[in-house]
């Protein structure tokens, strides 16, 4: 039941028509089970045959996830998703299910952390290599794609910059030689819709915003279901030869009609890749991500208005040399958040401290409220210093390249009354502004 377009009425009724099919239970209920009953030994052949989509095994596919993946996947404008244990498990698969060895990507430096040792270390142990372009020149990314170059990956909203990724121009530059766009699209669900700018994949790590509550980690991969694989064969093997381990499936050329829509992405990552790599999400948590979905846009403009009211406090504030926040941004950068944050600015504020290191450390340790912790998306407020923890296994050189200065402090803002947040910092700068 996806006839609903506002994304208000989505998170309530996407995936799931009024009720569970099979109870009649309003509350999506949690199928814990590992496998499913087969109707007869012709039901369990069509569906291993992918003749008729249905239920074998929770590692692949469960009612409690499908709705999930539903929910998540109207919202985000596409036409199928695949629910995966992390967002990490995500990032991993989605561009696994375009490389092999010998293959490459186009990215940015602006990247969450753990993004950024999987493209640098891991993928290249997997023999998958992964070219970093400047985002602020978009043609870059056009400049480093050669013959094996599979996807493009970009964050809609990286931290600590929080400069949007100009998703339209590099996905116009994809389309012309046949390469998808992937979005991670974690920070800026519902104020954002990559795929409504070009974008061929989204994928989320479920554990924040959508999430919300800290309670579970996820991720998900949506699939546009508008990327044509076989337009250039050469460009995607994977999907354009057969493949050995389906009866010798050609992924593209999987016929949409039996599939409601040009779905092949989704299809191949679940049946190829979540089939072979395990990383399935448990019915539990895809129950407690459902609960979250349910308020997100409620508690999302919650988050984007305090973060704003946090970030103008923070600008007349004497202990702070500078706060990173996209309203506050000028000329490009600013056109640049406008056309792509619809509902606001993101619920991330970052800062400088006059006091540097010193003053980081000390502003961390005085929080009375404030979290310290290494997430973000958490209903509460959080607060990390990265140049001593996220950070700290980079040169000072590479913290600066990053964004991280010695005085930077990454704010997450939750959604406690916002006098409570800016007293709690106010009083924590106080103490750090004399360290
Ligand atoms: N993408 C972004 C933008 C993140 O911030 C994170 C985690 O912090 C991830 C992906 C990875 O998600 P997970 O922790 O669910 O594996």
Not at 21 to 36: D, K, L, R, W
Request: glycine share 8%; aromatic share 8%; proline share 6%.
């Amino acid at each position: 039941m996806t006839d609903y377009s506002n994304a208000e009425t989505l998170v309530l009724h996407g995936g799931q028509y009024r009720s569970d099919p099979s109870t009649n239970s309003v509350a999506v209920p949690i199928y814990q089970t590992t496998s499913f009953q087969f109707n007869n030994t012709d039901h369990a052949a069509d569906l291993f045959a992918l003749k008729e989509l249905g239920n074998i095994y929770t590692r692949i596919m469960n009612p409690t996830n499908a709705v999930l993946e539903e929910r998540v996947a109207a919202l985000e404008g596409g036409a199928a998703a695949v629910a995966l244990s992390s967002g990490s498990s995500a990032t991993t698969i989605a561009i696994q299910n375009l490389c092999s060895a010998g293959d490459n990507i186009v990215s940015t430096p602006h990247l969450y952390g753990g993004t950024w040792n999987l493209f640098v270390n891991t993928f290249k142990q997997f023999g998958i290599e992964v070219r970093f372009a400047d985002p602020e020149k978009p043609e870059t990314f056009g400049q480093l794609t050669d013959d094996k170059t599979r996807a493009y990956f970009g964050e809609t909203v990286p931290n600590p910059k929080l400069k949007v990724f100009p998703i339209e121009e590099v996905a116009k530059i994809g389309k012309e030689l046949g390469v998808p766009l992937i979005m991670d699209n974690t920070v800026a669900p519902l104020t954002c819709r990559p795929i409504d700018h070009g974008a061929a994949i989204v994928i989320h790590s479920l554990t924040k915003y959508i999430g919300g509550h800290g309670n579970s980690i996820g991720g998900i991969i949506v699939d546009s279901g508008n990327f044509d694989w076989t337009a250039n064969p050469g460009r995607q093997p994977l999907f354009n030869e057969p493949d050995p381990s389906y009866h010798g499936a050609v992924w593209g050329q999987l016929v949409p009609e039996a599939l409601g829509a040009p779905i092949a992405f989704a299809v191949r990552a679940r049946v190829v890749l979540l089939r072979d790599l395990g990383s399935a999400i448990s019915p539990m948590n895809s129950f407690n991500f459902i609960q979250g979905l349910e308020t997100l846009p409620l508690r999302y403009n919650a988050h984007q208005k305090n973060a704003k009211k946090v970030a103008n406090f923070l600008v007349k504030h004497k202990a702070v040399q500078q706060v990173i926040y996209p309203s506050l941004f000028e000329g490009n950068d600013k056109k640049t958040a406008k056309k792509y944050l619809k509902t606001g600015y993101g619920p991330i504020v970052g800062m400088v401290l006059r006091g540097g290191a010193k003053a980081g450390k000390a502003f961390i340790d005085n929080l009375k409220m404030v979290y310290h912790v290494a997430n973000i998306g958490d209903v509460r407020t959080l607060a990390i210093h990265p140049s001593s923890t996220t950070h700290s296994q980079l040169s000072l050189q590479d913290q600066f390249k990053a964004g991280v200065t010695p005085g930077y402090i990454r704010l997450c803002v939750g959604i406690e009354h916002v006098d409570d947040i800016t007293n709690d910092i106010d009083q924590a700068l106080k103490i750090a502004d004399k360290a």
